[in-house]
């Protein structure tokens, strides 16, 4: 039912937008649940699975037994009622499990063909013109359209009906398409004491990460990004990932990846404490009344000018604040698995180990300043303006690649004009109009269209305000004649001009 007619039929309902993403992680607990009985399950959507049955009766009972169990462990995880279906095929399991009734609970004891005969042709996976068409037959049941021939039912309904029929006929060969999960490694350890020191939580750290870096070589992978979290007393949980920059097992670069969110977090809440309303550092801190009414404790009233140390310039104490609630377990992960390899090294210089340590530091400050705060760019050659020059690329260097050639030099200036003149001012300035077509950038001057086939720039120039304002990108141009132009884009019109030749 559309959403506009349900409005119509009930106006003081409740309308609350689709949300997949949300249905898909409630509807994975569900999943989880059925692979506690079974090593494999096929997510058939949204409220629709299936799970490989064979051989768990010694373990669980016959059919209905591991029904029932199944049940009670969705309910148990998610609170939502289940209906169970168990027989050889997926029609016939999906159809004993939307008709169980109040059991819940429906097992298929004979061949599927039989069980499936008497149901509604509805129950095929169908489309609605195909069903029409077989209502308009006289065909009503499964078991009916299961007896039509199969060439007829191929060259009528196509391929989606010829697998159909063979549902009908209780055939369904396709083997259950086990569900596939990301591979996350992680390690946690949990305090008895909330701790406050910055240095022990990096040694617990230091510790994690040498458990992981173990179990990555024993499977023989390496890990795209890191991520930790930290759980204080208070039942807060902080979260951090970081990307790096390139694959790896090291203990050092997990650790560090992990050491620097956490520096960077603890560095925030030591800033939070300096800056508080009605005290700022330099300025005495407010002292207990004498009736205790709007004093702080003075424990508090400590942290506080021992962190005013931090603001003022003086060593940072690498603590949280003693009134802070403090950390009471602290886990570190690793994900996007990759499988591992060897390290390239390069025979002529050392390119890979100077974008190590770009990196390196790139991977630091993108810990303490967001993942966004630092990026490379790279030329565009087709660009004509200077704000679509460069591109934003990925943060980090690729640490196998040589150095890359520029494709933009203004070394061909020198031989622009070749050995036959010298530049052309033209006064005024020509307008010309810039195309492009097939990909080939083209110049049109005075009537006459040439192709670009080298260019040099752009260079923005602008002058100051005592000057008569000029906005304007600069380019040299060859073109296919062996001329060459200056031209220049002016900012304040839109319009291209020829500022000179080079003939």
């Known amino acids: 039912m559309a959403v506009k007619e349900a409005a119509q039929r009930c106006p003081e309902g409740v309308y609350v937008a689709d949300d997949p993403p949300r249905y898909g992680k409630a509807f994975g607990a569900v999943l989880d649940v059925l692979e506690r009985f079974s090593p494999v399950v096929e997510d058939a959507g949204v409220g629709l699975a299936f799970a490989d049955a064979a051989g768990l009766a010694p373990l669980y009972g016959p059919g209905a037994a591991l029904g029932a169990r199944v049940r009670r462990g969705v309910e148990a995880a998610t609170g939502q009622i289940a209906q169970v279906g168990l027989a050889t095929g997926r029609l016939a399991a999906e159809v004993a499990a939307r008709t169980t009734g109040d059991s819940g609970v429906a097992v298929v004891s004979g061949e599927d063909r039989a069980y499936l005969a008497e149901h509604p042709v509805d ?12 209502r308009m037959l006289g065909i009503g049941t499964i078991g009916a359209f299961a007896e039509l021939p199969a060439n007829a039912v191929r060259m009528r309904y196509g391929v989606e009906g010829a697998r159909a029929r063979g549902l009908a006929r209780g055939e369904d060969p396709r083997p259950l398409k086990g569900r596939t999960q990301p591979v996350v490694l992680d390690e946690a350890i949990d305090f008895e ?35 930790s979290r930290i759980e204080r007393s208070d039942g807060t949980v902080q979260r951090f990932t ?10 050092a670069s997990l650790r560090d990846a992990a050491r620097w969110r956490l520096e960077a977090w603890a560095g925030d809440v030591r800033r939070d404490l300096c ?9 005495p801190s407010p002292q ?31 603590e949280i604040p003693l009134h802070r609630p403090g950390v009471v377990r602290i886990g570190l992960n690793v994900e996007q698995l990759v499988p591992g390899a060897g390290t390239q090294r390069s025979l002529l210089g050392n390119r890979s180990e100077r974008a190590a340590r770009a990196n390196h530091a790139i991977s630091r400050l993108r810990a303490q300043l967001g993942d966004d705060a630092v990026f ?13 020059a460069s591109r934003r690329i990925d943060a980090y260097m690729e640490t196998g690649a040589q150095g890359d050639a ?42 006459t269209t040439r192709k670009v086939v080298a260019r040099y720039g752009p260079q923005r120039v602008q002058t100051e305000w005592w000057a008569e304002p000029v906005d304007r990108d600069y380019l040299h141009v060859r073109l296919d004649d062996g001329r060459g132009l200056v031209l220049y884009r002016d900012g304040a019109q839109s319009r291209w001009f020829a500022q000179g030749a080079l003939d």
């Open 242 to 251: 970081l990307a790096l920059p390139e694959p790896s097992g090291s203990a």
């Open 275 to 283: 800056i508080t309303p009605g005290w700022l550092p330099g300025r």
């Open 376 to 388: 490379r760019t790279e030329l565009c050659p087709d660009a004509w303006t200077l704000e679509t």
């Open 406 to 447: 520029s494709a933009l030099s203004p070394a061909w200036l020198a031989g622009l004009a070749g050995a036959r003149g010298l530049t052309r001012l033209f006064t005024p300035p020509r307008p010309v109009r810039i195309s492009k077509i097939d990909g080939v950038s083209r110049v049109t001057l005075e009537g």
């Open 288 to 318: 207990p009344s004498p009736t205790g009414r709007g004093s702080k404790s003075g424990r508090a009233l400590a942290d506080e000018r021992r962190y005013a140390k931090v603001s003022q310039g003086e060593a940072a104490v690498q």
């Open 123 to 134: 129950r095929l996976p169908l489309d609605e013109r195909a069903l029409g068409h077989l």
């Open 193 to 227: 004491w909330e701790e406050h020191n910055v240095d022990r939580l990096i040694f617990a750290l230091q510790a994690l990460a040498q458990r992981l870096a173990a179990r990555l070589a024993r499977r023989g992978l390496m890990a795209q990004q890191v991520g």
